[in-house]
């Protein structure tokens, strides 16, 4: 519905304006981190307020038997998630050294491809239940908690320098948002709006090898 394009479209327009400040000011500090922070708990509160619409619910005390076991089985997810992103981080290291290659390419290869499938995962889940605002929902919160939450908590424990990989990987992120947003006000997202994504993200791959290689 129109709402939920508007939001949809406040949120791209916030992760790209976020995009271009970074590279303005070629990195993150301490006090730009703890603006980012700052933002995403504002983003977050909006979010919260606006509540969740449940329809068709007759029996509270089965929906809050429901709640309680999806809330075990996402602290455990979240734990899984935290726990591996330990061996995660000293493996992608690990091959950075070892093909003598900076760890930033591998950030924005294998590492981002890696903690984006559980996103990927959710999101294929959602439209083959016919739920597309989940799946569109799922990957601009992905990408706004990433630059707002991530970012800034990286920076208030050490403030961040873009390299050249960095750079232009902020560079792409931007040209697929201004891509992504002229999808959302037509409404359109045909197989063939999903190919040229997919085509814009090889690009993405093979020029960050060539960067890498430079």
Same mark, same amino acid.
């Given at each position: ?10 949120? !791209? ?57 999806? &809330?075990?089985?996402? $602290? ?12 995660? &981080? ?7 050294? %070892?093909?003598?290659?900076? %760890? ?5 290869? !294998?590492?981002?491809?890696? &903690? &984006? ?26 990408? !706004?908690?990433? $630059? ?67």
């Amino acid at each position: 519905n129109a709402k939920e394009v508007t939001k949809a479209i406040d949120i !791209i327009i916030v992760a790209t304006i976020i995009g271009v400040v970074i590279l303005i000011l070629n990195g993150v500090d301490l006090a730009f981190g703890v603006f980012l922070v700052i933002a995403f708990a504002a983003f977050s509160h909006s979010i919260m307020r606006e509540g969740i619409k449940i329809k068709g619910i007759k029996h509270r005390g089965h929906f809050s038997g429901l709640m309680s076991r999806y &809330t075990i089985y996402m $602290l455990i997810s979240v734990a899984v998630v935290v726990i591996s992103a330990h061996f995660i &981080t000293d493996a992608a290291i690990s091959i950075s050294r %070892q093909l003598g290659i900076a %760890q930033a390419l591998i950030g924005a290869t !294998i590492l981002a491809i890696g &903690t &984006t499938l559980p996103e990927l995962s959710v999101s294929i889940a959602a439209v083959r239940r016919r739920n597309v605002e989940l799946a569109i929902g799922n990957a601009l919160g992905s990408v !706004i908690t990433k $630059l707002t939450l991530v970012l800034g908590i990286a920076a208030i424990i050490n403030p961040i320098v873009l390299d050249v990989v960095s750079a232009s990987t902020l560079t792409f992120m931007i040209l697929v948002n201004l891509i992504f947003l002229y999808f959302v006000t037509r409404r359109v997202f045909r197989p063939l709006e999903g190919i040229l994504l997919w085509s814009v993200y090889v690009f993405y791959i093979m020029a960050m090898l060539m960067i890498g290689t430079l």
